[in-house]
């Protein structure tokens, strides 16, 4: 079979996505193959249907248990023969499946990275013929990355132990520089083929959201969501506990997931949410790294992350199915500092020299700004996001807040003047929440004491409401206006650009919202008006749930997660084209000949019922 065969009959896709093709191309022309792509683009694919045309075994390096459980069924569902082997297993389990790989019954295999340079796994790798070893999550290899596993350095050790090197191939979704090259170089890839994607995952709707009660915000969005699988996102385990809590008592489907439970309870409430029995997941960054869940239709975070790389890993977990899916970040000015917090107390890199760890810390401390930016701009999110990555592209996408709000040019030039004028009268020595004050002529007792109510600018804002005071505060840190101290105090302090306002004249114009606007922006993310997918848009709802009734029926008699039966998109695509036969059934995306032998007759039936009625 080629790989166009393969993808049709075990997967029902018709066509590869666009780097797909390149990255299989290259294993099976014996290169080693680096893949760079978002969440969700389908990275599996690229070893797994290789690992099935290359005759010999396919090992994959996985980082988590869950991943490989999940992944394993996926294929097994598909009619792929695959195994895992790690911990989970009882030592049993171990020596049956292990006996199994040993008369090659399984193409692919995953493997925990500490399992590899055992006795017995050595002694089976040595006298079966691997052909690929194929590392996902390869960031998990370096120290630069969030992940880093000091077991994923036992896999270079293994390749070399063996006695015919086979192909490697490694995939990831962390694209910066220091990463990639740390992949290369710590797995000793050859000359390998690089392919980098797009980042851009285009049926994703971003959204920021500064609003004052973030709790009653969600409660609505998820009011208006009922029945749609999705994560809240929370900064703290604290927090977590907090929300779960009040959204339970409030009548939602809703469990939670962070370091500090038992490893049974996290077991327990990671599967609820898998198999659709807890409609919403309230955690922290713990959960989600090797979580599949291709139905997931929003993530939503309750406070801004620490920078943009982990706040487009865990937002990206959203429709990975290509459906479309909302990511809002309910940002609120406090989430900098209880950030800042964590970068200082950071447990992660503890083993490292004081000069290192420095300069670590530092480099935090610099996305942390740039992810505070995210949350101030006003121009495109998407383009926000992209560019970081080193992406450039046009500045609007018409899928984000800013590209859905109307937005003013507005001359802010004596706000800006009277804050930095503030700033420097007062010699760089406070903190934002005195610079507004000042300007906007509070009298608190801080105020008095500062004697700040005799400096030359106070009061001279105070016909400006305090947000828009705060809104031009945030965008001459943005254009080097300003900047604020990362140490503990965060003092405002005079930037590079000050002088051409204060000094030189110049104007300062700002885009903002206009005002009628603020309040349909505000609404809009919560509201089923917002732009939803074309896909669903016609599909007929009554037959969805029965077809997604049937999908929770098989997914019990088979044990796995609904999702892996078929996915949202596959559903949605059935109640449009109704299929009335077989060969109408394998049309539908995500249907190939093994899963139509299983299930197909039951979906046709199922149709055909609401047909005749
Ligand atoms: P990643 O590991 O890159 O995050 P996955 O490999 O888990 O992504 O794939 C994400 C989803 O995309 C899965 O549901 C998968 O079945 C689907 N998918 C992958 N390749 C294709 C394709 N060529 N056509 C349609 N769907 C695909
Ligand atoms: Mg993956
Ligand atoms: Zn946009």
């Known amino acids: 079979m080629d790989?166009?065969?393969?993808?049709?009959?075990y997967f029902g896709y018709d066509t590869f996505r666009n780097a797909q093709e390149i990255l299989i191309d290259?294993?099976?022309?014996?290169k080693d193959t680096l893949g760079i792509m978002p969440t969700g683009a389908g990275k599996s694919l690229c070893y797994q249907i290789p690992a099935l045309m290359l005759g010999g075994i396919t090992l994959v390096i996985s980082p988590l248990i869950s991943l490989m459980k999940d992944q394993v069924g996926s294929l097994n569902q598909a009619g792929i023969h695959a195994a895992f082997l790690n911990s989970s297993l009882t030592m049993n389990q171990y020596y049956k499946a292990l006996g199994f790989a040993r008369q090659g019954r399984y193409p692919i295999i995953y493997v925990a990275p500490e399992r590899l340079v055992t006795d017995e796994f050595l002694d089976f790798a040595l006298h079966s013929s691997i052909v690929m070893?194929?590392?996902d999550e390869a960031h998990c290899v370096s120290q630069w990355g969030q992940d880093f596993r000091p077991s994923y350095l036992k896999i270079i050790e293994f390749i070399d132990r063996l006695p015919k090197r086979p192909v490697v191939s490694a995939f990831t979704a962390t694209a910066t520089k220091e990463v990639r090259e740390d992949i290369i170089d710590?797995?000793?890839?050859?000359?390998?083929?690089?392919?980098t994607t797009g980042f851009d995952r285009e049926n994703l709707y971003f959204g920021v959201m500064a609003v004052k009660d973030r709790y009653a915000s969600i409660r609505n969005y998820l009011d208006v969501h009922r029945g749609d699988s999705g994560i809240v996102y929370c900064l703290t385990r604290k927090q977590v506990e907090e929300v779960?809590?009040?959204?339970?008592?409030?009548g939602f489907s809703v469990t939670r997931y962070h370091a500090g439970l038992s490893d049974e309870e996290r077991k327990k409430n990671q599967e609820d949410f898998i198999y659709d029995r807890a409609a919403v997941m309230i955690s922290t960054n713990a959960f989600g790294m090797g979580i599949d869940k291709s139905n997931v239709r929003f993530v939503l975070h309750y406070g801004m992350p620490k920078n943009l790389e982990s706040y487009y890993q865990e937002a990206g977990r959203a429709g990975r199915d290509g459906e479309a899916a909302e990511c809002i970040l309910y940002y609120h000015g406090r989430d900098v500092?209880?950030?800042q917090f964590l970068i200082e107390h950071s447990q992660d890199s503890q083993d490292l020299d004081p000069a290192v760890m420095g300069i670590i810390r530092e480099r935090d401390q610099q996305r942390l700004k740039k992810m505070t930016f995210y949350c101030f701009t006003n121009d495109c999110l998407r383009d926000y996001i992209l560019k970081y990555f080193g992406e450039y592209r046009g500045n609007y996408c018409g899928n984000c807040s800013n590209c859905l709000t109307q937005f003013?040019?507005?001359d802010v030039t004596e706000i800006a003047r009277a804050l930095i004028g503030c700033v420097e009268s007062s010699n760089q020595r406070y903190g934002t929440t005195v610079i507004v004050d000042t300007v906007h002529g509070a009298s608190t007792a801080k105020i008095k004491n500062y004697r700040m109510n005799e400096n030359p600018y106070y009061g001279s804002l105070a016909k400006i409401p305090v947000y828009r005071i705060r809104q031009v505060l945030n965008y001459l840190q943005m254009e080097d206006y300003l900047l604020v101290t990362n140490d503990d105090y965060a003092v405002v302090k005079l930037a590079r650009r000050f002088k051409e306002i204060l000094k030189e004249g110049k104007p300062l114009l700002m885009k903002l919202a206009k005002d009628t606007e603020r309040a349909a922006k505000a609404e809009r993310p919560g509201g089923k008006e917002g732009k939803r997918d074309v896909l669903s848009e016609g599909r007929d709802e009554g037959l969805f749930e029965k077809l997604r009734a049937l999908r929770t029926e098989i997914a019990k008699e088979e044990k796995v997660p609904p999702y892996i039966v078929f996915s949202d998109k596959t559903l949605t695509h059935m109640c449009i084209v109704k299929p009335g036969n077989k060969q109408q059934m394998l049309s539908v995306t995500g249907v190939g000949e093994y899963k139509y032998e299983k299930y197909g007759e039951r979906f046709l039936a199922c149709i055909r019922a609401n047909q005749a009625k």
């Not at 290259?26 to 014996?30: K, N, P």
């Not at 779960?244 to 409030?250: P, S, Y």
């Open 3 to 9: 790989k166009y065969e393969i993808l049709k009959k």
């Open 26 to 30: 290259s294993i099976l022309d014996g």
């Open 133 to 135: 070893v194929a590392v």
């Open 186 to 195: 710590l797995l000793q890839m050859q000359s390998p083929t690089v392919m």
């Open 244 to 250: 779960c809590e009040r959204l339970a008592t409030d």
């Open 337 to 339: 500092v209880t950030n």
């Open 408 to 410: 003013e040019e507005t």
